[in-house]
């Protein structure tokens, strides 16, 4: 469609800059809303975004290509702040609680009553509201037709920002931050009046340290278990699109719900980092916002528009790219699936050998076999090159050259291909090992090794060998005891090519993407007893027929850059003190909206240290710092974080400190400490 077309169509529509929305118990939430303008004589179906990220500034560039886009081709388009953020009355006290979902389905319930609306609602979000928008799918409202979920899980504990395979992410202290500085802001006065303040203030003294509560459930518990769809699947009784990207912590979830929901449902997964694929980084990002029309077509308005004839699933291919921590594009290809699990997947196995070889086998380990040994102990710098669980893709955070991390790892090889291999789904390692602590972690990684030696980290998995008989009941390990563990890795869709090896690096800790155990580990495990399984896929007749339009959007919002964005990641090394560091920059700058005359300022740090080998020195900091300006009125939070930890405990020290214009009205530290359970 040319320019003018597109800019006619999006003349037809009106934007509500907000729009309270009545709950039950008397709080209002706030909404921004794009439709048709004929909607009140020609109502259309909505599609609700229920996010706590502030429509009003925050997301205001995201929505402004989205929104308005969709709302052209005859939807409208809602985007709500939860209770407690944003503009919305109350108070934000934690993540997926049963309240944000009782507000979202009486969210959902009046935009089905309003006369704009022909009674059908759709939900689209990504991250969090891609994650309430299945909680909310499990509930049934009845006005919910459909979803599209992006970059988001089926299960809050093994598949999220907090921990995988029972270990600990330090993402759980980056998310906090993210959340502490989120919750910690005012509403805008314009939209709110003048009680403005007293909201800011209840915000302030009321969200609270939302680490405190992630630490206080180590391990899968019924905290975890309340909004986690895999509980029951069957709940889910509207059509689910699932949507992410191979940079992503959250892609394993779709691959669940593909084989778990009995209802329509599709799997999307590309190149792309924490990002909704028009906007995908790494690159090619597609015209997603017309496959997403093309979904709410068919459910929202019951028009044939073929999508669900499209494969079950679409996924990329990704060719042999040398290791770097950021790429515009992945090369590779389009491959579908008409069913997942695929029958056409097969698994072939790769036996370790006492010569640390990956020898291809059709037979299963000899579990009984003692004849070798191998052992690690790995340094604490194994994990520094490895990037962040999800990488936003904003900044160098994916793996370097695994060279870098595989002195301190047992390693065992494959030899050169003979020819092209390619993989879809988890790969898994079988292990038999040993530990010599009674808590203990082992992280393996799948890297392709080029012919020059250079080693692109594939997949990788992590497991708490306390959890090996699930998340649900840890348990000590029995020094020097062997016994047998699945490690699954992250799902991936990859080619090795003809000449390059496998190569398959195991570690006994891996920070600082994880925390490691309490006390050095050294592992022990006998050889014949462990091997690679993995994914084999066939190409397929029909993957030449999967394609995507171009990206598309409507124009970007007008904004000035005051302040220069900074992006980056630096690992340090002080070798008189012996002190290694990893430095996180995300500077988002300063800039001003102009269309609401507001300046925004949007800062956060992290750092994650430790000294020598001592494990007692391991240090987790972040701080992060928001301002908003309009004229005389300006605000300005900052926010401090620090995780420790010693052999037996967690330790947390934080501060929030708030200003209105240069005078502080509110300040507030927390200093608590949290036993160290199996982790």
Same mark, same amino acid.
């Given at each position: 469609?040319?320019?003018?077309?597109?800019?006619?169509?999006?003349?037809?529509?009106?934007?509500?800059?907000?729009?309270?929305?009545?709950?039950?118990?008397?709080?209002?939430?706030? *909404?921004?809303?794009?439709?048709?303008?004929?909607?009140?004589?020609?109502?259309? =179906?909505?599609?609700?975004?229920?996010?706590?990220?502030?429509?009003?500034?925050?997301?205001?560039?995201?929505?402004?290509?989205?929104?308005?886009?969709?709302?052209?081709?005859?939807?409208? !388009?809602?985007?709500?702040?939860?209770?407690?953020?944003?503009?919305?009355?109350?108070?934000?006290?934690?993540?997926?609680?049963?309240?944000?979902?009782?507000?979202?389905?009486?969210?959902?319930?009046?935009?089905?009553?309003?006369?704009?609306?022909?009674?059908?609602?759709?939900?689209?979000?990504?991250?969090?509201?891609?994650?309430?928008?299945?909680?909310?799918?499990?509930?049934?409202?009845?006005?919910?037709?459909?979803?599209?979920? #992006?970059?988001?899980?089926?299960?809050?504990?093994?598949?999220?920002?907090?921990?995988?395979?029972?270990?600990?992410?330090?993402?759980?202290?980056?998310?906090?931050?993210?959340?502490?500085?989120?919750?910690?802001?005012?509403?805008?006065?314009?939209?709110?009046?003048?009680?403005?303040?007293?909201?800011?203030?209840?915000?302030?003294?009321?969200?609270?340290?939302?680490?405190?509560?992630?630490?206080?459930?180590?391990?899968?518990?019924?905290?975890?278990?309340?909004?986690?769809?895999?509980?029951?699947?069957?709940?889910?009784?509207?059509?689910?699109?699932?949507?992410?990207?191979?940079?992503?912590? $959250?892609?394993?979830?779709?691959?669940?719900?593909?084989?778990?929901?009995? %209802?329509?449902?599709?799997?999307?997964?590309?190149?792309?980092?924490?990002?909704?694929?028009?906007?995908?980084?790494?690159? =090619?990002?597609?015209?997603?916002?017309?496959?997403?029309?093309?979904?709410?077509?068919?459910?929202?308005?019951?028009?044939?528009?073929?999508?669900?004839?499209?494969?079950?699933?679409?996924?990329?291919?990704?060719?042999?790219?040398?290791?770097?921590?950021?790429?515009?594009?992945?090369?590779?290809?389009? %491959?579908?699936?008409?069913?997942?699990?695929?029958?056409?997947?097969?698994?072939?196995?790769?036996?370790?050998?006492?010569?640390?070889?990956?020898?291809?086998?059709?037979?299963?380990?000899?579990?009984?076999?003692?004849?070798?040994? *191998? !052992?690690?102990?790995?340094?604490?710098?194994?994990?520094?090159?490895?990037?962040?669980?999800?990488?936003?893709?904003?900044?160098?955070?994916?793996?370097?050259?695994?060279?870098?991390?595989?002195?301190?790892?047992?390693?065992?090889?494959?030899?050169?291909?003979?020819?092209?291999?390619?993989?879809?789904?988890?790969?898994?390692?079988?292990?038999?090992?040993?530990?010599?602590?009674?808590?203990?972690?082992?992280?393996?990684?799948?890297?392709?090794?080029?012919?020059?030696?250079?080693?692109?980290?594939?997949?990788?998995?992590?497991?708490?060998?306390?959890?090996?008989?699930?998340?649900?009941?840890?348990?000590?390990?029995?020094?020097?005891?062997?016994?047998?563990?699945?490690?699954?890795?992250?799902?991936?869709?990859?080619?090795?090519?003809?000449?390059? +090896?496998?190569?398959?690096?195991?570690?006994?800790? $891996?920070? #600082?993407?994880?925390? =490691?155990?309490? +006390?050095?580990?050294?592992?022990?495990?006998?050889?014949?007893? !462990?091997?690679?399984? /993995?994914?084999? +896929?066939?190409?397929?007749?029909?993957?030449?027929?999967?394609?995507?339009?171009?990206?598309?959007?409507?124009?970007?919002?007008?904004?000035?850059?005051?302040?220069? %964005?900074?992006?980056?990641?630096?690992?340090?090394?002080?070798?008189?003190?012996?002190? #290694?560091?990893?430095?996180?920059?995300?500077?988002?700058?300063?800039?001003?909206?102009?269309?609401?005359? /507001?300046?925004?300022?949007?800062?956060?740090?992290?750092?994650?240290?430790?000294?020598?080998?001592?494990?007692?020195?391991?240090?987790?900091?972040?701080?992060?710092?928001?301002?908003?300006?309009?004229?005389?009125?300006?605000?300005?939070?900052?926010?401090?974080?620090?995780?420790?930890?010693? #052999?037996?405990?967690?330790?947390?020290?934080?501060?929030?400190?708030?200003?209105?214009?240069?005078?502080?009205?509110?300040?507030?530290?927390?200093?608590?400490?949290?036993?160290?359970?199996?982790?």
């Amino acid at each position: 469609m040319g320019a003018g077309s597109e800019k006619a169509r999006l003349d037809e529509i009106e934007v509500v800059e907000n729009e309270w929305i009545p709950l039950a118990d008397g709080s209002r939430l706030a *909404a921004r809303i794009w439709r048709p303008r004929e909607a009140k004589a020609h109502p259309v =179906p909505a599609i609700l975004e229920y996010i706590p990220y502030r429509k009003r500034d925050l997301t205001r560039g995201r929505d402004a290509i989205t929104q308005p886009w969709l709302a052209a081709r005859g939807y409208a !388009c809602v985007r709500v702040d939860l209770r407690g953020s944003g503009d919305s009355d109350g108070v934000l006290t934690d993540q997926y609680r049963e309240q944000e979902l009782d507000d979202g389905i009486q969210a959902i319930n009046w935009l089905a009553r309003q006369e704009w609306c022909d009674g059908n609602v759709g939900m689209m979000g990504i991250s969090w509201g891609g994650f309430n928008a299945l909680q909310i799918a499990a509930r049934r409202p009845s006005a919910l037709k459909a979803i599209i979920s #992006a970059c988001s899980t089926d299960d809050l504990y093994a598949d999220n920002m907090h921990y995988m395979g029972g270990c600990l992410l330090t993402d759980n202290l980056s998310e906090s931050t993210t959340m502490f500085s989120h919750t910690s802001c005012p509403p805008d006065p314009e939209l709110v009046g003048e009680r403005w303040k007293e909201m800011w203030l209840a915000r302030l003294n009321g969200s609270g340290l939302w680490l405190e509560t992630w630490l206080r459930h180590q391990w899968r518990d019924d905290y975890w278990r309340h909004g986690s769809v895999c509980e029951d699947f069957s709940a889910i009784q509207c059509p689910v699109m699932a949507v992410g990207g191979w940079a992503d912590g $959250y892609t394993n979830a779709i691959f669940r719900l593909l084989a778990h929901l009995k %209802v329509p449902r599709q799997g999307l997964v590309g190149p792309w980092g924490h990002k909704y694929p028009h906007q995908g980084i790494p690159g =090619p990002a597609i015209g997603f916002l017309q496959e997403a029309v093309r979904w709410w077509d068919h459910w929202l308005k019951g028009e044939s528009t073929g999508i669900m004839e499209e494969p079950m699933l679409r996924a990329w291919m990704q060719d042999s790219v040398p290791p770097t921590t950021f790429y515009h594009e992945r090369p590779g290809r389009w %491959v579908g699936e008409s069913q997942w699990p695929s029958p056409r997947i097969t698994e072939k196995t790769f036996l370790f050998s006492p010569g640390k070889e990956l020898l291809e086998s059709a037979r299963p380990p000899d579990d009984g076999a003692t004849e070798a040994e *191998a !052992c690690i102990q790995s340094p604490l710098n194994v994990g520094l090159f490895a990037g962040k669980w999800a990488s936003y893709a904003a900044a160098p955070d994916l793996p370097h050259d695994q060279r870098e991390e595989d002195g301190g790892a047992l390693v065992y090889e494959s030899a050169p291909l003979a020819e092209d291999l390619e993989i879809l789904g988890a790969p898994s390692v079988t292990l038999t090992l040993a530990s010599n602590e009674p808590v203990a972690m082992v992280a393996v990684r799948l890297s392709d090794v080029a012919p020059d030696g250079e080693a692109t980290r594939v997949t990788y998995g992590l497991l708490n060998l306390n959890h090996r008989r699930g998340d649900e009941r840890p348990e000590l390990l029995i020094p020097g005891e062997f016994f047998k563990v699945d490690v699954s890795l992250n799902h991936i869709a990859q080619v090795f090519p003809a000449g390059h +090896r496998l190569r398959i690096s195991i570690s006994t800790s $891996y920070w #600082a993407l994880a925390w =490691p155990p309490p +006390r050095p580990v050294r592992l022990t495990f006998r050889t014949r007893g !462990c091997s690679l399984q /993995l994914p084999e +896929r066939p190409p397929g007749d029909t993957d030449a027929h999967i394609g995507f339009e171009d990206p598309d959007g409507a124009p970007p919002i007008a904004t000035t850059l005051i302040e220069p %964005v900074h992006h980056n990641w630096l690992v340090h090394k002080d070798l008189a003190a012996d002190l #290694a560091t990893l430095e996180v920059i995300k500077d988002n700058g300063c800039y001003r909206i102009e269309e609401i005359n /507001l300046e925004v300022t949007s800062r956060t740090w992290d750092w994650y240290s430790f000294r020598d080998y001592d494990f007692d020195s391991l240090r987790g900091e972040t701080r992060t710092e928001r301002s908003f300006r309009r004229g005389s009125w300006a605000v300005h939070t900052r926010t401090r974080t620090i995780l420790t930890a010693d #052999a037996t405990t967690f330790y947390i020290q934080a501060e929030l400190d708030a200003w209105e214009g240069d005078k502080r009205i509110f300040s507030r530290n927390w200093d608590s400490s949290f036993p160290r359970e199996f982790v």
